[in-house]
């Protein structure tokens, strides 16, 4: 098994925890994350790299931002499924 194959995955999961973190502490305003979140999987991706070339920029800003995505899928689930839960309750 070769560990470079799975880069993308990792350096999402490790924006997405800085990301969550950030977000936790009220750190920095919800609209800067995704902005945040694409600067750090380029930089994560480069650290990991040890270069730079216009692939790896690519795959580190789409580390980043696939880390907003699973931030938002999240929250649509949570929400979708909190509201299920209340009409339920209601009735």
Not at 39 to 67: Q, T
Request: charged letters at 15%; hydrophobic letters at 55%; aromatic letters at 14%.
């Amino acid at each position: 098994m070769n560990i470079n194959e799975y880069v993308v995955a990792i350096v999402a999961v490790a924006v997405y925890l800085v990301c969550l973190i950030l977000h936790s502490i009220k750190f920095i305003d919800n609209r800067w994350l995704p902005l945040i979140a694409g600067a750090l999987g380029i930089i994560f991706n480069i650290w990991y790299a040890k270069s730079f070339s216009f692939s790896i920029f690519l795959g580190g800003l789409a580390s980043g931002l696939s880390a907003t995505g699973i931030d938002q899928a999240i929250d649509f689930f949570k929400n979708t499924f909190k509201k299920e839960g209340d009409d339920n309750a209601e009735q």
